[in-house]
């Protein structure tokens, strides 16, 4: 059974016809790409653009990289710092941080270059990684982690404690409750310890338990 032809996306298509065209055009004495291009059905700028080297999409020279290797590199090392210490990493961040670079390394009279909107879009994996830490999806996962289900809103909180010479304190679990119930120690870790308060936050009384 013979195979089928692979039909092209519309685009090369069209490109392969034109590229046809100009083949086609060049052998002629003088040829007119208007009179082609209607006689044949096909855009006729794109073809013009063909017909003189012009570049279409498929071949248009790649723009120059906004940052050098050198630059991206300082740049990832920074997020990496931001990212040890603990803070968030948002867009508004990259992007001062990078105009900041563009402005150190700029020579000359005219304003230094600077990322745009899409300078994000073509990131290495690494930074893409780190923008993906943003401010509001951080605090949605942190509000999911809090309310268990969509009809309980009620918080607790979490109190661990490092003291000065490296001693680690037993977890302790706060609730908004009057008196403890037996079901929430089931499958609770040993060293766990469990306590109640009329808002669910850490209080004098709890603090000195």
């Given amino acids: 059974m013979a195979k089928k032809s692979r039909k092209l996306p519309v685009y090369d298509q069209s490109v392969a016809n034109i590229n046809e065209a100009v083949k086609y055009l ?7 790409a208007r009179s082609y291009a209607e006689a044949n059905n096909l855009p006729y700028q794109q073809l013009l653009r063909a017909y003189k080297g012009g ?7 790649k723009p120059k990289p906004l940052l050098t290797d050198d630059q991206e590199l300082a740049l990832e090392q920074f997020l990496d710092t ?6 968030g990493i948002h867009k508004d961040l990259v992007a001062q941080y990078c105009n900041k670079i563009l402005e150190a390394a700029h ?13 994000m879009q073509s990131k290495p994996l690494e ?23 969509s009809n309980n809103r009620e918080q607790v909180s979490l109190v661990e404690a490092i003291s000065a010479h490296g001693k680690v304190f037993n977890p302790m679990l706060i609730i908004k409750a009057s008196t403890i ?11 766990y310890l469990i306590n109640i308060s009329d808002s669910g936050y850490n209080n004098d009384k709890t603090s000195l338990d």
């Fill in 181 to 191: 119930l037996e079901a929430w120690v089931i499958d609770l870790p040993g060293d």
């Fill in 26 to 32: 060049k052998t002629l004495p003088n040829p007119s």
């Fill in 127 to 149: 930074i893409q990684k780190k923008l993906a830490q943003q401010p509001e999806a951080i605090r949605k996962h942190r509000r999911q982690v809090f309310i268990p289900t």
């Fill in 82 to 87: 931001i990212d040890d210490i603990g803070f």
């Fill in 55 to 61: 570049h279409n999409k498929k071949t248009r020279p």
């Fill in 107 to 119: 020579k000359g009279s005219g304003k230094p270059p600077q990322c745009g909107k899409n300078w």
